[in-house]
């Protein structure tokens, strides 16, 4: 067996390239920490080939028929699916996640993809008869050039396929920075873009940190930025591209809460709790890290307690695992000081998540579902995003009091109410601060027929990543008002007044 290391590759104009960089960071099996592959921190000229390579094929790509374009992308659904095995067990090698919810964030991803193959409904104009005596007016929806890509760790499938599909399908090219924490599932789904058919220098990938995002924000042949990752991460990536006149679109850090109201089916509120608090380990930006249990739901804090226990912890390879391990030991350490940090704070920790026994995987970076009781808003726990197994459970009055605590909460991503009432329902849905919103169901993040709507603190830039929405971000509309003539004849002279 070899013991050289693999090193991830750059995509520049359709070739996978090894970097000249002398920067590296290791990628690594969080449950194991067995060093997988080494990524490039990509150098000044790297990136600045990958634009100009993007910017080169952009004058061709644009003018790509519907129909070669939307081909591209059903060949593209079609090999995702043939390798769904295979890209699962990387992003489980290289982020830790179970086998089946890997396969989720790749199946979620291909969703998108799905509705990129769809382009020829999705991209079409408008066009008003007769707007004057007459004269047509319409519009058409046109690539806006390179754009480019910022990923986050925790779904290195699904969040790189909102973007780069939904952007070349509407005739842009494209740069794509993956997260430096798991580049290896992206860079088999960029592969297999190829192999779909996307010509060479239409998709591009740049590796690194903090030097390649800033020079994607400030790269002046870089049209649009499309960024998911955390809240400081992303104000700093608006700020910055939207100063260097780039249209920008951040989603980003959440702290998303549920009320359950007395009324709720009490199993299905329970295991939707436990599933959406403790998936993933928690590093889900949709979710459910605060509970608000209204007047008698208050009884169940030992209920949640009792389902939180009997999930598995263990690598996400193993049979009947429920939590990977967290990312990094970096991430697990920041987790454990923040569970840390709600004891002396005063919350009643009820399960304690530290430090659980995983034989077999002594060295991963595990942390148990934790739960805390009595959480109050200036707690630490409470006003920090954890991204990591920990529920925090708040009392509340009444739906009123309920609502109001969420509203008061800076993010917007996600929320959710569990009730057997249409009219506790509608109210919620109503008067709550929050761009998505669920009925009894935990996560409602939304299927591509729609975009992802998250909101206030959790969001900057007024349009949303895939679905409908995403069509308007990677296109310029322009608006074209038209009037034919039969013949020569001139009728009427000059007018110099704004007609009426
Ligand atoms: P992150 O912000 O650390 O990293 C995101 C990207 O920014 C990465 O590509 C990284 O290389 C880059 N980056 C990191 N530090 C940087 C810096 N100082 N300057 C410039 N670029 C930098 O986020 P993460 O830890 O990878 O992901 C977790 C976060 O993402 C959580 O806050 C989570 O809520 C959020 N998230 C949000 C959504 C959403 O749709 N709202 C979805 C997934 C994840």
């Not at 070739?15 to 490039?40: G, M, Y």
């Not at 299905?268 to 509970?291: K, Y």
């Amino acid at each position: 067996m070899s013991t050289i290391t693999p090193t991830i590759k750059l995509l520049i104009n359709g070739n996978f390239v090894e970097s000249k960089t002398t920067e590296w960071r290791d990628v690594i099996n969080p449950a194991t920490q067995q060093v997988l592959a080494r990524v490039p921190f990509a150098t000044d000229e790297e990136i600045n080939a990958a634009v100009a390579a993007a910017k080169t094929a952009f004058k061709t790509w644009r003018f790509t028929p519907i129909g070669t374009r939307a081909r591209i992308f059903l060949k593209y659904q079609q090999l995702i699916r043939e390798n769904m095995q295979e890209l699962a067990a990387i992003l489980t090698a290289e982020q830790g996640k179970t086998l089946a919810d890997a396969e989720g964030d790749v199946f979620r991803g291909l969703e998108v993809v799905e509705h990129a193959a769809n382009i020829g409904n999705l991209q079409m104009g408008e066009l008003a008869n007769n707007v004057a005596g007459g004269v047509d007016t319409y519009t058409i929806q046109q690539g806006l050039g390179v754009c480019a890509g910022i990923t986050p760790f925790n779904f290195p499938a699904m969040i790189p396929l909102w973007m780069f599909p939904m952007a070349i399908a509407c005739g842009n090219s494209f740069v794509l920075k993956p997260s430096e924490q798991d580049p290896m599932v992206t860079m088999r789904l960029v592969e297999l873009a190829l192999e779909a058919g996307i010509p060479a220098g239409v998709l591009n990938v740049i590796h690194g940190g903090e030097k390649a995002v800033n020079a994607i924000c400030d790269h002046a042949d870089i049209k649009a930025v499309s960024f998911v990752g955390s809240t400081k991460v992303g104000t700093h990536v608006y700020h910055r591209a939207t100063l260097a006149g780039k249209r920008v679109q951040c989603m980003m850090g959440a702290k998303n809460h549920a009320i359950v109201l007395p009324d709720a089916n009490k199993g299905h509120t329970l295991n939707n709790l436990i599933g959406a608090a403790f998936g993933a380990a928690g590093q889900r930006c949709m979710a459910l890290s605060v509970v608000v249990l209204v007047g008698a739901a208050n009884e169940w804090v030992s209920d949640i307690v009792a389902k939180a226990k009997t999930l598995n912890v263990n690598a996400g390879t193993e049979n009947g695992t429920d939590i990977g391990p967290v990312i990094s030991c970096a991430a697990r350490e920041r987790v454990e000081s923040l569970i840390a940090r709600g004891v002396e704070e005063g919350a009643t920790l009820e399960l304690d998540g530290r430090n659980p026994t995983v034989n077999g995987f002594e060295k991963g970076n595990f942390v148990g579902p934790t739960i805390f009781s009595g959480v109050t808003a200036d707690m630490s726990i409470y006003h920090q995003e954890i991204f990591g197994p920990v529920l925090c459970v708040v009392s509340a009055g009444t739906l009123d009091e309920a609502i109001a605590f969420i509203n008061q909460n800076p993010n917007g991503n996600g929320t959710a109410i569990f009730t057997q009432s249409g009219a506790a329902a509608r109210k919620f849905q109503e008067e709550v601060e929050v761009g998505q919103i669920g009925i009894n169901v935990p996560i409602p993040v939304p299927v591509p027929l729609f975009s992802f709507s998250g909101s206030r603190g959790s969001k900057l830039g007024d349009l949303g990543p895939y679905g409908k929405q995403v069509i308007l971000f990677y296109t310029q509309t322009k608006t074209i008002t038209a009037r034919w003539f039969d013949d020569n004849t001139v009728a009427g002279g000059v007018n110099t007044t704004i007609s009426l």
